[in-house]
């Protein structure tokens, strides 16, 4: 088990922003990272955290519509869930 989970991505489809929320058992720093359909990183976000709940917010006003893989990773552990942007 990973010492933190993505509780929700919201909204989703997201429009100029989203919110990653997550809980983590663990000080961290945790990285953020968009991939488009292509494999490219096309968004990267750190911040450090302390157990419990937390969120990144996310600037998506600048990305394409369209599907996402959005990734959370505490350097050796990562989730990944689905994320669509309309504008």
Known sequence: A???SILDLV???AGNECAVQ???SLSATMT???HDLMG????TQVQKTVP???AMHIDTQHLPAGVYTA???DGVNQLSRRLQIEH
Not at 40 to 43: A, F, I, P
């Open 2 to 4: 990973t010492p933190f």
């Open 11 to 13: 909204p989703n489809p």
């Open 22 to 24: 997550f809980e983590s």
């Open 32 to 34: 953020f990272t968009l």
């Open 40 to 43: 490219r990183t096309v968004l």
């Open 52 to 54: 419990g709940l937390a």
């Open 71 to 73: 990734t959370l990773s």
